[in-house]
């Protein structure tokens, strides 16, 4: 396949999506889409607007005046809002806790679904998220869940959020058990949530990837990839 393809990455927080959706959009000389960080960057303007995250009327409000940028390459991506680089802050506890609601707001979902398809539909994509395989693109050339079991990806979390803070990767205790507890609860809302639920696929290919390391999860990707014709 040369022209256009969607590959669609969906599964939980801390399975190592959003490194293995990059690397393989990067083998297959594709782009990327992070659906993930747009429901971010909505969550960190209703938090900059002072708004409730969990009044859904007032966060929709928002909505027509958002400017904002949804990168598709596949390398380093320059996340900004209004203009500002928000890289950092959309990865921050305060919006990691405040997206749930936003996430699960049927306006904000409907809101970035047409932005999501076009650009998912802009040639070669690997798109990453939670409802990609059952919603954005149900009829993908290649649907992943990825899975991994909770300890495992408390720990990659725990590893990734001491990376982004610039601090050591030690295994603090106290902090892994508020990785475990605040992936629990986002797996919980996400899953039970009425509008797209984080669900896999009927025809998605269920890869676990606790015991595989990044290189072997992508190349089962893209192994799986080249099966449908995406080399
Ligand atoms: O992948 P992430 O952790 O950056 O995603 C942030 C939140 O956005 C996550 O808690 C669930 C939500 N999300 C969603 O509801 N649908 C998507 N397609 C992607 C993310």
Redesign the pocket.
Known sequence: MTGGFVIAIDGP?GTG??TVARRVAQALDAGYL????M??IVTLAVLKAAVDPTDDAAVAALLPQLDFDSPTNAGPQRHSLAGTEVGTDIRGPAVTLA??PV?ANPAVRAWLLDRQRLLARSGRMVVE????GTV?VPDADLKVYLTADAEERARRRHRQNAALVGGPAGDAGADLAAVVTDLHR?DTK?ASRTH?PLQAAADAVVVDSSELAVEETVARVLALAAERGIR
């Open positions: 927080a999506k959003s992070d659906t993930g960080a429901y971010r997206v749930t996430s998220g939670r409802d990609i954005v986002r996400d797209a």
